[in-house]
């Protein structure tokens, strides 16, 4: 597996060891010790989740607050989406900004996002299947949501056509009224 290093330091690309032949391909798509080793702290997976999404739909900005905040290791195992994280703790040097990543069946690149950050992801193929490991629960309460399209953040999306959201994504906060992390 390879790390590679994203404009926030905590939010990690994985790209994995691909092995191919003329039968297909093989990889190994987790690897708990090697994924620990690499971030250097311990991560417990608790909840698996996979969704499927058609062209232009935008799922986020989701977190959740403490005492539950959510870690997500995230990928696309067919299609291909845009993923963005945001770092929400006020404490760190990047808090406010933003990351985006190109995630596609094809690429099979993974993403890091540790627990204090924001997450969404657009669809930029016909259709996409994603799945992300959680480091907790979900508890509908601590859920919130920032608008994807808030002018502070300035996600700049690589979609150029309608964009599909949820009537509780239509409702997310702003920048100014997000709950944030210390």
Not at 22 to 44: I, P
């Amino acid at each position: 597996m390879n790390i590679v290093s994203t404009s926030i330091p905590d939010v990690k690309i994985l790209e994995p060891k691909v092995f191919a032949d003329a039968r297909g391909f093989f990889f190994e798509s987790f690897n708990h010790a090697a994924f620990e080793q690499a971030l250097g702290r311990r991560v417990d997976f608790v909840q698996d989740n996979h969704s499927r999404s058609t062209r232009g739909v935008l799922r986020g900005l989701h977190y959740q607050l403490p005492p539950h905040p959510q870690g997500k290791l995230v990928r696309c195992v067919a299609g291909e989406v845009f993923d963005v994280a945001v770092d929400l703790r006020r404490s760190s040097g990047t808090f406010g900004k933003w990351v985006g990543v190109h995630l596609s069946a094809e690429n099979k690149r993974q993403l890091w996002i540790p627990e204090g950050f924001a997450h969404a992801f657009v669809v930029l193929s016909e259709s996409a299947e994603f799945l992300y490991k959680t480091t907790d629960y979900w508890f509908q309460n601590l859920e919130r949501s920032i608008a994807w399209n808030d002018p502070e953040i300035a996600i700049e999306w690589p979609f150029g056509g309608d964009i599909i959201v949820s009537a509780k994504d239509a409702q997310g906060a702003t920048w100014q009224q997000a709950e944030v992390f210390d």
